[in-house]
């Protein structure tokens, strides 16, 4: 009996090993021999070209043609075989209509707010770029859900433009932070409503809608960009019809991405990046493969492309925060990605700052037991937050090593999103503020022309310095701001006025918005990653507007 048994516990490491968990169940955008061999071939640059295009025919016919392709080649087609092939089964158009947001507004009143010319023309010219990046799916798309990889929303939309033509999750919270500033209530609502429409059929939110990115999700925030919605508006009737689905989000990250972390002989719960697909990213399958290939073992490549998987939910593709030397150091090469091990600061934040909100949602509803529920889970998160990932020495929140049990104790953009969310006692607030701008200072973040770095080790990923980012200026300055710290409110000021000068001065040079900017270089664009410079998120940069003008700002 004993022999059996090992026999069956040796099979089951085999078959785990030689598992996969794909990326969604098409066999051409998400799996496959063509998905492999096409991307492979490295006929397209950018992997994501591939994936977006149309098939002209159903997947089956297309599967068909692809099967005759191979045996006709010996199952060795060149690349102008595999170009011919593309080409007639697939198109690059179709998919989307323009739309014009029907509330667009090309003067609402912030306009007026700005006294500074140069910063009013800023504003000026993001407010006109909403109808640019304005979109709405094709009905004859819709009609044919097989031979494309959009997921249908019953919305218009806006996306960050670029190479990115669909959706996003965490970008959308700042994308509607800005159509609520330009007076866009009923296109922020739709955007809410295309979000709870992807809830309702998935459980949870997509990294983007495509069929390719069903394997993960975003920083979850849902439940903040309602909230915004609901200051804006007061719509409390269309908050009743949409709290449960709030609700089942959340639902989906405390049982799909918590683990149980003890310090000091007490458990906590607290939320890591942890994608379960174990196969390559369809939108980036030849780098994947080109990352993960130097791994010695089958199952230590599984690994990395479920780690890199786990990178790109986070929003941060990629950085050294989620890079593990062998002594637990920052690593400065990407097959060291181990995203799982870490325990985010911001991730925690955010999931805090949502559990309060829905609490306070279910208060306004009258819902007093569901109230308390939710109110429960962030006492719990924001003791969590305390006492697992706050650095008293240094008076920051750091990520947390699962493997080592320590303090990652690095400068990261996202260090301060605790401050940000109110993770904290209010008796607090203006002790960790004061302490929070303290270690900005020791960390020279104030010196810099160009905004706060995403952190402080060059390793040539995106995330990383020099390169400053839209998303952690906001979070930075309104936490410094919030905290009602003098000095902290000082240097939320002088952040925030440094990014927008920059952001206006490389506008005024080049009549473009950049997706990232160089830290060290007023008005200089940032690098890695796949874009350099684009027309991106309006929404990003209008918050910064907002707060730079001579009022309080509480969003």
């Known amino acids: 009996m004993k022999t059996i048994a090992l026999i069956i516990v040796a099979l089951s490491i085999v078959l785990a090993v030689d598992a996969t968990l794909e990326s969604c169940d098409s066999k051409v955008y998400c799996q496959g021999m063509l998905l492999d061999v ?23 016919v297309t599967l068909r043609n692809f099967e005759e392709l191979m045996k006709q080649t010996g199952d ?17 158009e179709g998919e989307l209509d323009d739309w014009t947001p029907p509330d667009f507004k090309s003067n609402p009143s912030i306009l007026k707010q700005i006294d500074d010319v140069a910063v009013r023309e800023f504003a000026r010219s993001l407010i006109k770029i909403w109808p640019v990046l304005g979109k709405k799916m094709k009905a004859s798309v819709l009609d044919k859900p ?19 033509k669909e959706i ?54 849902l439940s903040l960009m309602v909230g915004l919605y609901i200051e804006a508006t007061r719509d409390i009737e269309w908050l009743g019809k949409n709290v449960k689905t709030l609700e089942s989000e959340l639902n989906w990250w405390l049982n799909n991405r918590t683990v149980t972390v003890e310090k000091d002989g007490v458990k906590y719960q607290l939320a890591h990046y942890a994608v379960q697909s174990n196969t390559p990213r369809p939108e980036s399958y030849r780098e994947d493969i080109m990352t ?70 279910h208060k306004i509803l009258n819902q007093d037991e569901q109230s308390a529920k939710w109110a429960q889970y962030a006492a719990e998160w924001k003791e969590a937050i305390t006492r697992v990932l706050y650095n008293e020495e240094d008076g920051v929140w750091y990520d947390y090593d699962l493997k080592l049990g320590k303090h990652r104790k690095f400068f990261f953009a996202s260090n301060l999103t605790p401050l940000w969310a109110g993770a904290f006692n209010e008796e607090d607030r203006q002790k960790v503020g004061g302490r929070a701008a303290e270690y900005l200072m020791k960390q020279g973040i104030n010196d810099f022309r160009g905004g706060v770095p995403s952190s402080m080790y060059p390793s040539g990923q995106q995330w990383d310095y020099p390169n400053a980012w ?48 160089n830290a060290a270089q007023a008005g200089q664009f940032g690098g890695g990653g796949k874009i350099k410079q684009t027309f991106y998120l309006a929404g990003r940069m209008l918050p910064h507007v907002y707060y730079n003008l001579p009022r309080s700002h509480d969003h």
């Open 470 to 517: 839209s998303p952690y200026q906001n979070l930075c300055t309104i936490g410094l701001h919030k905290s009602n710290n003098e000095t902290a409110q000082e240097l939320a000021k002088e952040l925030a006025h440094k990014w927008v000068n920059s952001n206006v001065k490389a506008f005024h040079e080049n009549k473009v918005m950049f997706e990232k900017y």
């Open 292 to 361: 993960c290939k130097e791994h010695p073992e089958k199952f230590q490549i599984y690994e990395c492309y479920t780690d890199l998987k786990s990178g790109a939910e986070s929003g941060w593709d990629f950085s050294s925060r989620w890079l593990f030397a062998k002594d637990g150091s920052l690593s400065m090469d990407l097959i060291d990605i181990n995203t799982r091990r870490n325990i985010p600061a911001d991730l925690n934040a955010f999931l805090y700052r949502c559990f309060h909100s829905l609490s306070k949602f």
């Open 76 to 92: 060795k087609p060149s690349n102008d075989e595999l170009k011919e092939f593309v080409e007639n089964n697939f198109v690059d």
């Open 146 to 164: 097989d031979q494309h990889s959009l997921i249908p929303v019953p919305n218009g939309f806006i996306v960050p433009g670029g190479r990115f």
């Open 38 to 60: 096409v991307q492979q071939s490295h006929i397209f640059p950018d992997s994501k070209s591939f994936v977006d295009l149309i098939q002209i025919h159903s997947s089956e």
């Open 168 to 221: 996003y999750y965490w970008d959308s919270y700042w994308i509607i932070e800005g159509l609520l500033i330009s007076e866009m209530e009923e296109t922020a609502k739709g955007m809410l409503e295309n979000f709870i429409s992807l809830v309702e059929k998935y459980g949870f939110i997509p990294n983007g809608c495509r069929v390719y990115y069903l394997n993960r999700s975003q920083p979850p925030l």
